[in-house]
Protein backbone atom coordinates (compact mmCIF):
# COMPACT_ATOMS: atom_id res chain seq x y z
CA UNK A 1 0.00 0.00 0.00
CA UNK A 2 2.89 2.35 0.74
CA UNK A 3 4.06 1.70 -2.34
CA UNK A 4 1.64 2.13 -4.08
CA UNK A 5 1.17 5.75 -2.74
CA UNK A 6 4.72 6.51 -3.32
CA UNK A 7 3.91 5.30 -7.10
CA UNK A 8 0.80 8.04 -7.03
CA UNK A 9 2.90 10.37 -5.45
CA UNK A 10 5.70 10.25 -8.24
CA UNK A 11 3.30 10.10 -10.76
CA UNK A 12 1.65 13.16 -9.80
CA UNK A 13 5.16 15.07 -9.52
CA UNK A 14 5.93 13.81 -13.13
CA UNK A 15 2.42 15.63 -14.39
CA UNK A 16 2.89 18.63 -12.38
CA UNK A 17 6.29 19.01 -14.06
CA UNK A 18 5.28 18.36 -17.52
CA UNK A 19 2.45 20.74 -17.47
CA UNK A 20 5.07 23.29 -16.02
CA UNK A 21 7.47 22.49 -18.92
CA UNK A 22 4.61 22.41 -21.24
CA UNK A 23 3.47 26.21 -19.93
CA UNK A 24 6.75 27.25 -20.00
CA UNK A 25 7.53 26.48 -23.62
CA UNK A 26 3.62 27.72 -24.53
CA UNK A 27 4.95 31.21 -22.74
CA UNK A 28 8.28 31.20 -24.99
CA UNK A 29 6.05 30.31 -27.94
CA UNK A 30 3.94 32.97 -27.18
CA UNK A 31 6.64 35.44 -26.21
CA UNK A 32 8.58 34.82 -29.66
CA UNK A 33 5.34 35.57 -31.11
CA UNK A 34 4.47 38.45 -29.96
CA UNK A 35 8.35 39.60 -30.13
CA UNK A 36 7.99 38.93 -34.36
CA UNK A 37 4.87 40.81 -34.61
CA UNK A 38 6.13 43.56 -32.71
CA UNK A 39 9.26 43.53 -34.91
CA UNK A 40 7.27 43.25 -38.44
CA UNK A 41 5.53 46.04 -37.42
CA UNK A 42 8.86 48.01 -36.09
CA UNK A 43 9.84 47.19 -39.69
CA UNK A 44 6.58 48.79 -41.31
CA UNK A 45 7.10 51.97 -39.49
CA UNK A 46 10.47 52.12 -40.36
CA UNK A 47 9.26 51.44 -44.13
CA UNK A 48 7.03 53.98 -43.80
CA UNK A 49 9.13 56.45 -42.27
CA UNK A 50 12.13 55.85 -45.34
CA UNK A 51 8.64 56.45 -47.82
CA UNK A 52 7.76 59.78 -46.16
CA UNK A 53 11.54 60.88 -46.01
CA UNK A 54 11.84 60.05 -50.12
CA UNK A 55 8.76 62.22 -50.67
CA UNK A 56 9.54 65.17 -48.34
CA UNK A 57 13.10 65.26 -49.84
CA UNK A 58 11.67 65.49 -53.95
CA UNK A 59 8.80 67.87 -52.57
CA UNK A 60 12.19 70.24 -51.17
CA UNK A 61 13.94 69.22 -54.64
CA UNK A 62 11.12 70.54 -56.76
CA UNK A 63 10.50 73.86 -54.24
CA UNK A 64 14.33 74.55 -55.04
CA UNK A 65 14.42 74.08 -58.49
CA UNK A 66 11.40 76.22 -59.03
CA UNK A 67 13.06 78.76 -56.70
CA UNK A 68 16.04 79.06 -59.30
CA UNK A 69 13.66 78.85 -61.86
CA UNK A 70 12.20 82.02 -60.43
CA UNK A 71 15.59 83.61 -59.31
CA UNK A 72 17.20 83.64 -63.26
CA UNK A 73 13.56 85.21 -64.57
CA UNK A 74 13.94 87.74 -62.32
CA UNK A 75 17.43 88.16 -62.95
CA UNK A 76 16.78 88.20 -67.16
CA UNK A 77 13.79 90.43 -66.39
CA UNK A 78 16.37 92.86 -64.49
CA UNK A 79 19.48 92.86 -67.25
CA UNK A 80 16.36 93.17 -70.01
CA UNK A 81 15.14 96.60 -68.47
CA UNK A 82 18.24 98.67 -67.06
CA UNK A 83 20.24 97.38 -70.33
CA UNK A 84 22.40 94.47 -69.19
CA UNK A 85 25.68 94.40 -70.41
CA UNK A 86 25.88 91.01 -71.37
CA UNK A 87 26.41 89.90 -74.85
CA UNK A 88 22.60 88.70 -76.06
CA UNK A 89 21.97 88.23 -79.73
CA UNK A 90 19.41 90.39 -81.25
CA UNK A 91 17.63 90.39 -84.73
CA UNK A 92 16.48 94.13 -84.43
CA UNK A 93 16.39 95.98 -88.46
CA UNK A 94 16.32 99.53 -88.94
CA UNK A 95 16.56 101.86 -92.10
CA UNK A 96 19.14 105.41 -91.82
CA UNK A 97 18.24 108.08 -94.19
CA UNK A 98 21.01 110.48 -94.21
CA UNK A 99 22.50 113.34 -96.16
CA UNK A 100 26.15 114.46 -95.68
CA UNK A 101 29.71 115.06 -97.36
CA UNK A 102 28.89 111.87 -99.50
CA UNK A 103 25.46 113.21 -100.88
CA UNK A 104 22.02 111.72 -99.97
CA UNK A 105 21.22 108.02 -99.36
CA UNK A 106 20.39 105.80 -96.27
CA UNK A 107 22.07 102.48 -94.90
CA UNK A 108 19.94 98.76 -93.71
CA UNK A 109 21.08 98.55 -89.86
CA UNK A 110 21.16 94.99 -88.09
CA UNK A 111 21.63 94.59 -84.52
CA UNK A 112 24.00 91.83 -83.88
CA UNK A 113 24.84 91.95 -80.03
CA UNK A 114 24.13 94.74 -77.62
CA UNK A 115 27.61 96.07 -78.16
CA UNK A 116 27.88 95.63 -82.24
CA UNK A 117 25.68 96.72 -85.14
CA UNK A 118 26.33 96.59 -88.66
CA UNK A 119 25.41 99.27 -91.64
CA UNK A 120 25.09 98.14 -95.74
CA UNK A 121 23.99 101.23 -97.58
CA UNK A 122 24.80 103.54 -100.64
CA UNK A 123 24.75 108.03 -100.60
CA UNK A 124 25.02 109.68 -103.75
CA UNK A 125 25.26 113.49 -104.88
CA UNK A 126 26.11 115.82 -107.35
CA UNK A 127 27.06 119.25 -107.40
CA UNK A 128 27.85 121.82 -109.93
CA UNK A 129 29.53 125.44 -109.34
CA UNK A 130 30.69 128.14 -111.37
CA UNK A 131 32.42 131.55 -111.01
CA UNK A 132 34.34 133.76 -112.77
CA UNK A 133 37.97 135.19 -111.80
CA UNK A 134 40.63 136.71 -114.00
CA UNK A 135 43.78 134.59 -115.35
CA UNK A 136 46.69 137.15 -116.66
CA UNK A 137 43.80 139.83 -116.96
CA UNK A 138 41.46 137.73 -118.83
CA UNK A 139 38.53 137.14 -117.61
CA UNK A 140 37.73 133.15 -117.24
CA UNK A 141 34.67 130.51 -116.20
CA UNK A 142 35.59 127.88 -113.44
CA UNK A 143 32.94 125.47 -113.53
CA UNK A 144 33.22 122.37 -110.78
CA UNK A 145 31.34 119.62 -111.01
CA UNK A 146 31.78 117.46 -107.85
CA UNK A 147 30.66 113.82 -107.90
CA UNK A 148 30.57 112.33 -104.98
CA UNK A 149 28.92 108.62 -103.38
CA UNK A 150 30.15 105.69 -102.52
CA UNK A 151 28.63 102.09 -100.79
CA UNK A 152 29.32 101.80 -97.78
CA UNK A 153 29.95 98.42 -95.17
CA UNK A 154 30.20 100.04 -91.45
CA UNK A 155 30.38 98.51 -88.17
CA UNK A 156 29.17 100.31 -84.90
CA UNK A 157 30.92 99.51 -81.51
CA UNK A 158 29.06 100.69 -78.09
CA UNK A 159 31.09 100.71 -75.45
CA UNK A 160 28.50 101.20 -72.94
CA UNK A 161 24.88 99.61 -74.16
CA UNK A 162 23.69 102.40 -72.17
CA UNK A 163 24.93 105.22 -74.08
CA UNK A 164 24.33 106.02 -78.10
CA UNK A 165 28.18 107.04 -78.27
CA UNK A 166 30.09 104.82 -80.49
CA UNK A 167 33.05 103.63 -82.40
CA UNK A 168 32.47 103.21 -86.14
CA UNK A 169 35.19 101.41 -88.90
CA UNK A 170 34.31 99.53 -92.31
CA UNK A 171 34.87 99.94 -95.80
CA UNK A 172 33.44 102.37 -98.73
CA UNK A 173 33.46 101.67 -102.67
CA UNK A 174 34.07 104.75 -104.01
CA UNK A 175 32.29 107.03 -107.06
CA UNK A 176 34.07 110.31 -106.15
CA UNK A 177 35.07 112.23 -108.68
CA UNK A 178 35.96 115.62 -108.94
CA UNK A 179 36.08 117.86 -112.41
CA UNK A 180 37.47 121.35 -112.38
CA UNK A 181 37.08 123.21 -116.41
CA UNK A 182 38.70 126.26 -116.77
CA UNK A 183 37.55 128.38 -120.20
CA UNK A 184 37.64 131.58 -121.16
CA UNK A 185 35.16 134.29 -121.29
CA UNK A 186 34.01 135.60 -124.29
CA UNK A 187 36.50 136.37 -127.08
CA UNK A 188 39.93 137.19 -126.55
CA UNK A 189 42.17 139.82 -128.14
CA UNK A 190 45.79 139.48 -128.40
CA UNK A 191 47.46 142.34 -130.01
CA UNK A 192 45.68 142.69 -133.77
CA UNK A 193 44.09 138.82 -133.28
CA UNK A 194 40.97 137.78 -131.39
CA UNK A 195 40.39 134.90 -130.75
CA UNK A 196 36.88 132.72 -130.25
CA UNK A 197 36.39 130.63 -126.76
CA UNK A 198 36.87 127.37 -128.78
CA UNK A 199 39.99 128.72 -130.15
CA UNK A 200 41.29 129.53 -127.13
CA UNK A 201 40.60 126.00 -125.72
CA UNK A 202 39.77 124.72 -122.30
CA UNK A 203 41.87 123.23 -119.46
CA UNK A 204 40.45 120.46 -117.59
CA UNK A 205 41.22 118.29 -114.20
CA UNK A 206 39.94 115.38 -113.01
CA UNK A 207 40.86 113.94 -109.82
CA UNK A 208 39.46 110.48 -108.13
CA UNK A 209 40.54 108.59 -105.04
CA UNK A 210 41.08 104.99 -104.52
CA UNK A 211 38.09 102.58 -105.19
CA UNK A 212 37.97 100.88 -102.29
CA UNK A 213 38.60 103.44 -98.74
CA UNK A 214 38.64 102.43 -95.18
CA UNK A 215 36.85 104.64 -92.96
CA UNK A 216 37.36 105.58 -89.41
CA UNK A 217 35.11 107.45 -87.14
CA UNK A 218 32.66 108.24 -84.61
CA UNK A 219 29.28 108.78 -83.78
CA UNK A 220 26.09 109.66 -81.80
CA UNK A 221 22.86 108.01 -81.78
CA UNK A 222 21.76 104.54 -82.36
CA UNK A 223 21.50 102.94 -85.84
CA UNK A 224 18.69 100.32 -84.10
CA UNK A 225 16.83 103.52 -82.13
CA UNK A 226 15.02 102.16 -78.69
CA UNK A 227 11.67 104.07 -79.77
CA UNK A 228 10.27 103.75 -83.15
CA UNK A 229 12.38 106.82 -84.54
CA UNK A 230 16.21 107.97 -83.84
CA UNK A 231 18.34 110.77 -85.10
CA UNK A 232 22.22 109.87 -85.61
CA UNK A 233 24.94 111.95 -86.39
CA UNK A 234 28.35 110.43 -87.51
CA UNK A 235 32.09 112.15 -88.11
CA UNK A 236 34.72 110.52 -89.68
CA UNK A 237 36.96 109.93 -92.19
CA UNK A 238 37.93 107.90 -95.30
CA UNK A 239 41.34 107.36 -96.82
CA UNK A 240 41.71 107.47 -100.05
CA UNK A 241 45.40 107.64 -100.17
CA UNK A 242 47.29 109.93 -102.67
CA UNK A 243 44.63 110.90 -105.35
CA UNK A 244 45.12 110.38 -109.25
CA UNK A 245 45.23 113.43 -111.32
CA UNK A 246 44.70 114.04 -114.95
CA UNK A 247 44.86 117.23 -116.71
CA UNK A 248 43.69 117.65 -120.39
CA UNK A 249 43.46 121.12 -122.47
CA UNK A 250 42.80 121.91 -126.12
CA UNK A 251 42.63 124.72 -128.73
CA UNK A 252 45.77 126.84 -127.72
CA UNK A 253 46.18 125.88 -124.54
CA UNK A 254 47.19 122.10 -126.00
CA UNK A 255 50.64 122.52 -125.45
CA UNK A 256 50.52 122.80 -121.14
CA UNK A 257 49.11 119.13 -121.55
CA UNK A 258 52.43 117.50 -121.15
CA UNK A 259 54.16 115.30 -118.41
CA UNK A 260 55.91 118.20 -116.52
CA UNK A 261 52.51 119.96 -116.41
CA UNK A 262 51.02 116.77 -115.13
CA UNK A 263 53.37 116.29 -112.18
CA UNK A 264 53.10 119.71 -110.73
CA UNK A 265 49.54 119.14 -111.29
CA UNK A 266 49.42 115.77 -109.31
CA UNK A 267 52.13 116.62 -106.75
CA UNK A 268 49.49 120.03 -105.81
CA UNK A 269 46.89 116.90 -104.73
CA UNK A 270 49.10 114.50 -103.32
CA UNK A 271 48.32 115.44 -99.79
CA UNK A 272 44.32 114.74 -100.02
CA UNK A 273 44.62 111.86 -98.55
CA UNK A 274 41.63 111.96 -96.43
CA UNK A 275 37.84 112.75 -96.93
CA UNK A 276 35.92 113.98 -94.22
CA UNK A 277 32.60 112.07 -93.78
CA UNK A 278 29.54 114.12 -91.90
CA UNK A 279 26.55 112.71 -91.79
CA UNK A 280 22.93 113.65 -90.14
CA UNK A 281 20.58 111.13 -89.96
CA UNK A 282 17.32 109.78 -89.37
CA UNK A 283 16.80 106.36 -87.86
CA UNK A 284 13.60 104.71 -88.14
CA UNK A 285 13.01 100.66 -86.73
CA UNK A 286 11.08 98.69 -88.95
CA UNK A 287 11.43 95.10 -87.67
CA UNK A 288 11.95 93.19 -84.76
Known sequence: MKKNILQLCLL????????QT???ANNKKDSTTTNQTSSDDDDDEEDDEEIQAVIKEKERLAKQMASDSTKKALKAAKNLRSGSSEI???NTWALSIGAGTLGFGGTINKK???HFSVNLGYYSGNLSQSAETKFNKDN???TANVKVGAAVLLFDYFPSVGSSFHFTG???YNFNNYKIDITPKGT???GLMTYSPEQIGTITFDITGANFA???GIGFGRGIPKKRVGIGLDLGAFYYGTPKTKLSATGSFEPSNNEYNQALVQKAFDSYKFYPYITIKLNIKIAK
Open 170 to 172: GVA
Open 140 to 142: VNI
Open 214 to 216: PYL
Open 12 to 19: GVIFLASN
Open 112 to 114: ITN
Open 22 to 24: FGQ
Open 188 to 190: QSY
Open 88 to 90: TFG
